[in-house]
Structure formats: structure tokens, C-alpha cells
């Protein structure tokens, strides 16, 4: 099993700062199997990123993802109210299809 | 788009079965395109994939469920189930139903709204 570690656990930001959240495989991951989620409090997940660096339908470009091998990273470039979340990455490169336990970006 | 929406009782009692719906409207299940799938959240804590099923039947599960686990489709009612046997509170947890989709690397592009199983006597 792939695990995923996020680091940050906690990210406290302020609006219009920029937020760097990692990811680390246990074991390298096919960039084409790893996405972002954005999930709020009481609402279900959304999806940001696939293939690693694509944008999903609708997501503003101040986000965007890198990486590849067992190294992954989110970027939001300016973060507005509405970033403030948690975000999750997930592997589908190798079954079980595993998440990372998150990272919070909070108001500072 | 697809819309997916959970269906199935709130509380169900330690060592019994957990049986969740979910009904896909606006799109097909037939649909090549997507997996279907189940992923748990337990109250406070982070997202764990259960498992999933293509519209032709084949399943896969997370290891550490599949024992207790099925998940099955009715492409009839354009629906797919959750039965998920020998509950205990560890299971309690909202449960999404989603559509992975095939050419976004398998990613969740539509999830449920959540439905909270609570685990009790």
C-alpha cells in the first residue's frame, strides 16, 4: 500500500499570501494517478488537480500542481477567503487508492 | 454532469449490515467513462477509499474491507449499493458515493452530498 504523507499538517496563512502544501509517496507514483481536493467544512470534497498539474473544470489558475516520482506539491498563489480549507491528495496509481491525511490552510 | 445522491438508513447496530444507495442522475452508469465508487469519512478525521465497481460488475476494494465489503451495480435503476456487514463503531462515518473518471487519471470529479452513518445500539 502507497502511503501519502502531507505536510504541512496545519498551514496558518493570511489572505493574499501564498500557500505550498507537499505530499510524499511511500513509493514513486505515476504522475498521471495523482489529484487534489479541496474540502470545506460541512460540505463534500472537489476536485482541483489531476494528472498531478491539470486543473479541473472551472478552478481558478492560482492553483496549480507539481511534482512527480514520490514528490507532489499544491500551490495556491494568493489566497483568497474562499481557499481557506482542507486539502487532500490521492494516488491512483496503485490499489488501494490511498489519501493523504490532509493539510488545513487557516486564517492566520 | 452527473448528480450522485446517497440513500439508506442513518443508524444502523453494531454487527449488523450497512447498506448504502447511490442514484446517478442526469448521465449513464453504462457510461465507459466512469468507475463508481465509495470513499468514508469518520466524524472529524480524513477521507478513506472503501472501494468501487464498473458498470460491467468488476469490483475493487480497499484491502482492509473486503471481507466485510460489496459493492454492486443496477444499471436497471442506474444506481449502485454499499453493503459493508459486521459493523461496529469504528464504522460509524459520512458516507460519499463518486464517479472516477477514466480520463482524469481516475479522479473524483462528482461526489454525493454525504450520508452519516452512525453505528449504534
Known amino acids: 500500500e502507497i502511503v501519502l504523507t502531507q505536510s504541512p499538517g496545519t498551514l496558518s496563512l493570511s489572505p493574499g499570501e501564498r500557500a505550498t502544501l507537499s505530499c510524499r509517496a511511500s513509493?514513486?507514483?505515476?504522475?498521471?494517478?495523482l489529484v487534489w481536493y479541496q474540502q470545506k467544512v460541512g460540505q463534500s470534497p472537489r476536485l482541483l488537480i489531476y494528472?498531478?498539474?491539470n486543473r479541473a473544470t472551472g478552478i481558478p489558475d492560482r492553483f496549480s500542481g507539481s511534482g512527480s516520482g514520490t514528490d507532489f506539491t499544491l500551490t495556491i498563489s494568493r489566497l483568497e477567503p474562499e481557499d481557506f480549507a482542507v486539502y487532500y491528495c490521492?494516488?491512483?496509481?496503485?490499489?488501494?487508492?490511498?489519501f493523504g491525511q490532509g493539510t488545513k490552510v487557516e486564517i492566520k | 454532469q452527473s448528480q450522485l445522491q446517497e440513500s439508506g438508513p442513518g443508524v444502523v447496530k453494531p454487527s449488523e449490515t450497512l447498506s448504502l444507495t447511490c442514484t446517478v442522475s442526469g448521465g449513464s452508469i453504462t457510461s465507459d467513462a466512469y468507475y463508481w465508487g465509495w470513499v468514508r469519512q469518520p466524524p472529524g478525521k480524513g477521507l478513506e477509499w472503501i472501494g468501487g465497481v464498473y458498470f460491467s460488475g468488476n469490483t475493487y476494494y480497499s484491502p482492509s474491507l473486503r471481507s466485510r465489503l460489496n459493492i454492486s451495480v443496477d444499471t436497471s435503476k442506474n444506481q449502485f449499493s454499499l453493503n459493508l456487514t459486521s459493523v461496529t463503531a469504528a464504522d460509524t462515518a459520512v458516507y460519499y458515493c463518486?464517479?472516477?473518471?477514466?480520463?482524469?487519471?481516475?479522479?473524483?470529479?462528482?461526489w454525493g452530498q454525504g450520508s452519516l452513518v452512525t453505528v449504534s445500539s
Open positions: 490521492q494516488q491512483y496509481s496503485n490499489s488501494p487508492w490511498t
Open positions: 463518486a464517479r472516477h473518471n477514466r480520463f482524469k487519471g481516475t479522479a473524483i470529479d462528482s
Open positions: 494528472g498531478a498539474a
Open positions: 513509493q514513486t507514483v505515476s504522475s498521471s494517478h
